[in-house]
T-cell receptor, first 111, second 118 residues
Framework: EDQVTQSPEALRLQEGESSSLNCSYT??????LFWYRQDPGKGPEFLFT???AGEEKEKERLKATLTKKESFLHITAPKPEDSATYLC????????????FGQGTTLQVKP | GAVVSQHPSRVICKSGTSVKIECRSL??????MFWYRQFPKQSLMLMAT?????????EQGVEKDKFLINHASLTLSTLTVTSAHPEDSSFYIC??????????????FGPGTRLTVL
């Protein structure tokens, strides 16, 4: 069964304290690993898509990486405005476009 | 970036009434739209996938007669919750993508609709 697991469930950081969020996946014939940011009471905001092991993408303080079994979202020198829930999702090889979401990591960055 | 809107953002209704939620892709044509619901502190649960001009595909356990989905055009999909009951209260979110399953396909999400059934 296809599955995506995120850890930790919650993470508290001080402003400027870098860290990483983990996304482990078992998705048959992975055709894309997606990262989204979700603020309370809002829909997810697209961040990155990764397709191949070894691929990396960056956006401001965020960098996403992908291996054959997991993906990491690295946050460098976070700011309070980076506080949100980060969702990871995998797309299987079937042609439906359906995403399999992890449970998310809720990040709180304190000033 | 691709923009998806939802209307209404918040709705309160009485038990037994029907509620329609609209999802629009504003600056691209969405071949496929998805409907999710999300309970507090939980991740997104896919309800159904709809392709323009064809019947929606519902996930296991989702009642298709209760959650009616119509994808009449490449920019509009609607979800109608029929005979709503308090247990249907939730956060409903749609997403849209230009293609179904192809590389370069990304789901862009709407802002969500908070449904409260009294």
């Amino acid at each position: 069964e296809d599955q995506v697991t995120q850890s930790p469930e919650a993470l508290r950081l001080q402003e400027g304290e870098s860290s990483s969020l983990n996304c482990s996946y078992t998705v048959s014939g992975l055709r894309g690993l997606f990262w989204y940011r979700q603020d309370p009471g809002k829909g997810p905001e697209f961040l990155f898509t990764l397709y191949s092991a070894g691929e990396e993408k960056e956006k401001e303080r965020l960098k996403a990486t992908l291996t054959k079994k997991e993906s990491f979202l690295h946050i460098t020198a976070p700011k309070p405005e980076d506080s949100a829930t980060y969702l990871c999702a995998g797309r299987a090889s079937s042609n439906t476009g359906k995403l399999i979401f992890g449970q998310g990591t809720t990040l709180q960055v304190k000033p | 970036g691709a923009v998806v809107s939802q209307h209404p953002s918040r709705v309160i209704c009485k038990s037994g009434t029907s509620v329609k939620i609209e999802c629009r892709s504003l600056d691209f044509q969405a071949t496929t739209m998805f409907w999710y619901r999300q309970f507090p502190k939980q991740s997104l649960m896919l309800m159904a996938t709809s392709n323009e001009g064809s019947k929606a595909t519902y996930e296991q356990g989702v009642e298709k007669d209760k959650f009616l989905i119509n994808h009449a055009s490449l920019t509009l999909s609607t979800l109608t919750v029929t005979s709503a009951h308090p247990e249907d209260s939730s956060f409903y979110i749609c997403s849209a993508s230009e293609t179904a399953g192809g590389r370069g396909d990304t789901q862009y999400f709407g802002p969500g609709t908070r449904l409260t059934v009294l």
